[in-house]
């Protein structure tokens, strides 16, 4: 089975409607939609594999209807070949039945990753339709292989010979990889209890679904809009503009101000209002607590409920001691030693950090107490006094295309060789799309890049990064990878700037990108981002470091009307200030993580919760209820857990940040951006995939053991009395 497929076994990337109830509801009948469907032939997209370049898809040959028939027929020719494997009279060997799985599914899979791209990054009602249609089915392909009693004999007969078959460490992992997935996910139920298990998969994938659908129409609803001019006192003329460009695109007079997917928004930065700063937080916080149909927290307290039934049939007592057999962290008790380790000195600074800002509102006179909505105004402020540094005086020294260019595949070419070509003749999903082609050090072709970095209102919120091809030298496949964004596309004639920490997203997402274009395995299961959610964002948040390494910075930041670089003096201000507002920064993600753990250690005995009650008492058991910083994401609107397969994985960001932290101090003390560390990088760790003991790997090539030592040292906080 091809990489996509065990996207969707290990980490349900896409969910499915709420039962056929919900999709008759929605689309007019699932029974409709089925019987409307287009015959799927050699004029359908994905009948033969793309002939393009890398087999990139043809993106201007393929239509909404295609989609639904071409699903179809790879969930008919997956199935088809799943029983061949397990009813082969012959008896198992890893050729005829994990090597068989792994090839299994391509058509499946190259229809998915393109439809989960567009679903993603450019959906519209007739994708959502589909969605709502396939994503039972595609569900129950997944039981098909892994509540599969004779196809799992054949895994376990392999599994037990293990030791006298002489596999090499790759096949041996793939073979061990296999067997814990197929008892994860019960293949030593009975048989009642895998028809039990069955239906508890396909409501969970409804319920995803549902989720994802509502939350997009609740964000695009609760967005702040006005006609009142001065409401948006503060806004630059650029952001105005901006403004006024999302209102007429939306049909609406005056501007509108979307929601961006965290808890606080940009704006909240420069709005001088206050009561424009409380409605702007105010629609973010409830987007998805409104009431009506896009409302989604009976969604969310039966998914959790639902996931706890799950486990206890599967012989856990919590989802989260479920879902971590896998990880790198193992256990819920590791998790939460290791977050409550990271509490004390977050919501210590993060308390040093409101009393400068409650300090500049008293005496400004301002006669309120600090709140959420004044946090990112006020900082501003204090940042702007301590280190007399302006967001808006480094913003036209952060242009998206130098930064991109110069800055994003410069550090990619000093510490991996690499060299970048934009391509105009491969087709895109959308216009503002990008291509490149990837050559390595050696001038050979390594891999295609998709960028697509401006928020569209059909666009899922935040950034992400996935796969059209997976790389597999079994399939000979070479990668074919995409970043996606929500950075603020800017008006007709204005240059795109960007935010600082809209550059590190840049980095962070292409680091992501690197670990796919690096892959280099024989197994699709185990290429490239195929790793455990506390070990994937490993690449991607340690590529975030040179985005402020000063030869690197020193590269792209350079003005867009004149191409000087960024003054030495304002360069020096800007690196000082990026420890301003750890504390605040740790804590919203620390309480996020907490959310996301809490939800998913409810034992299966307790009813379901409501949400508001539930995470206010979450949040108070964990120490982190704090007035003036609220979690990044309120558990209504945390699409990471709901929908994008990080439940129980959210405090894999921190894990993973503890990680990164100790290779960019080994980078530092091994002479920093090199040739050689970067190789050694690449060979040991960004090529690898799963094909080890990640834990083992790391050491490896780190030398140590991990600790939380250098992560509070680079955040600019103090550990507290026994942390390691």
């Known amino acids: 089975m091809n990489t996509q497929q065990a996207k969707l076994m290990k980490k349900k990337l896409f969910a499915a409607a709420v039962g056929m109830a919900l999709c008759a509801i929605a689309s007019g009948g699932c029974r409709a939609q089925a019987q409307k469907a287009a015959a799927f032939g050699p004029s359908n997209p994905f009948y033969t594999p793309s002939s393009l370049p890398f087999h990139a898809p043809p993106f201007n040959k393929i239509k909404d209807s295609d989609y639904q028939p071409a699903i179809d027929a790879g969930i008919a020719r997956q199935r088809a070949q799943i029983k061949a494997i397990a009813d082969n009279p012959a008896p198992p060997t890893f050729s005829n039945t994990l090597v068989a799985l792994e090839k299994s599914g391509q058509l499946l899979g190259r229809v998915m990753q393109v439809f989960n791209c567009v679903t993603g990054a450019n959906t519209d009602p007739a994708l959502q339709q589909v969605q709502q249609y396939e994503a039972p089915r595609l569900a129950a392909v997944q039981d098909a292989i892994f509540l599969n009693t004779r196809l799992f004999a054949r895994v376990q007969a392999i599994y037990e010979e293990r030791a006298t078959l002489h596999l090499d460490p790759e096949s041996a992992r793939l073979l061990n990889y296999y067997y814990n997935l197929f008892i994860k996910n019960g293949a030593g139920l009975s048989a009642a209890g895998k028809a039990e298990l069955k239906k508890i998969n396909e409501e969970d994938a409804a319920l995803e679904n549902t989720f994802m659908t509502k939350l997009l129409a609740a964000a695009n609803a609760a967005a702040y809009s006005t006609s009142d001019r001065a409401a948006l006192a503060g806004l630059s003329p650029a952001q105005m503009a901006e403004a006024a460009l999302a209102a007429r695109a ?16 940009p704006d909240l930065t420069y709005l001088t209002d206050r009561a424009t700063r409380h409605a702007l937080y105010e629609d973010s916080w409830n987007r998805a607590e409104r009431g009506g149909p896009d409302d989604t927290r009976a969604t969310i307290s039966r998914l959790a409920w639902l996931r706890a039934q799950k486990a206890a049939l599967l012989g856990y007592p919590n989802y989260s001691a479920w879902e971590l057999t896998d990880q790198m962290a193992k256990t819920p008790a590791n998790v939460t030693h290791f977050l409550d380790q990271l509490v004390p000195p977050a919501t210590a600074k993060a308390a040093s950090e409101a009393q400068e800002i409650q300090a500049i509102i008293d005496k400004q006179h301002g006669g309120f107490t600090l709140q959420p909505w004044d946090w990112e105004f006020y900082a501003e402020q204090v940042r702007k006094a301590k280190y007399n540094l302006d967001e808006s005086e480094i913003k036209p020294y952060f242009e998206l295309n130098n930064v991109l260019e110069k800055g994003v595949f410069y550090a990619a070419h000093e510490l991996y060789g690499l060299t970048f070509k934009q391509l105009h003749n491969i087709p895109v999903w959308q216009p503002d799309v990008r291509v490149f082609e990837v050559y390595d ?55 795109a700037l960007l935010s600082f920490d809209d550059v590190t997203t840049m980095f962070h997402e292409f680091g992501h990108a690197l670990n796919g274009m690096f892959a280099d395995t024989e197994y699709p299961s185990l290429s490239g981002t195929q790793t455990p959610r506390d070990f994937v964002e490993f690449p991607s948040q340690f590529n975030e470091h040179w985005a402020s390494y000063p030869q690197v910075l020193e590269h792209y930041a350079l003005n867009y009307k004149t191409g000087k670089p960024i003054p030495a003096a304002l360069l020096a201000k800007l690196k000082k200030s990026l420890a301003f507002n750890q504390g605040y920064m740790l804590t919203e993600e620390l309480a996020a993580a907490e959310l996301d753990m809490q939800w998913h250690m409810l034992p299966a005995g307790e009813p379901p919760q409501n949400p508001d009650t539930f995470e206010t008492e979450a949040l108070k058991r964990t120490d982190l209820l704090i007035r003036y910083v609220p979690p990044r994401y309120r558990s209504s609107y945390f699409l990471h857990i709901w929908n994008e397969g990080y439940q129980s994985g959210y405090y894999g960001y921190l894990w993973t940040e503890m990680l990164d932290d100790n290779a960019f101090q080994w980078f530092l003390d091994h002479g920093g951006m090199t040739r050689a560390n970067g190789d050694r990088f690449r060979h040991m760790v960004l090529s690898r995939g799963n094909t080890e003991n990640l834990e083992k790997m790391y050491e490896a090539w780190l030398g140590a053991k991990p600790s939380i030592g250098p992560m509070l040292k680079f955040r600019g906080l103090t550990a507290t009395p026994g942390a390691k």
């Open 441 to 495: 050090a050696n001038g050979k072709p390594l891999a295609l890049f998709y960028c697509d970095y401006f928020k569209r209102d059909n666009k899922n919120g935040g950034a992400w990064m996935d796969n059209l091809v997976t790389q597999s030298k079994l399939l000979g496949n070479l990668p074919v990878v995409y970043n996606v964004a929500n950075f603020q596309k800017p008006a007709p004639g204005q240059p």
């Open 250 to 265: 939306r049909k609406q007079p005056g501007w509108v101000l979307p929601l961006q997917n965290t808890t606080q928004q």
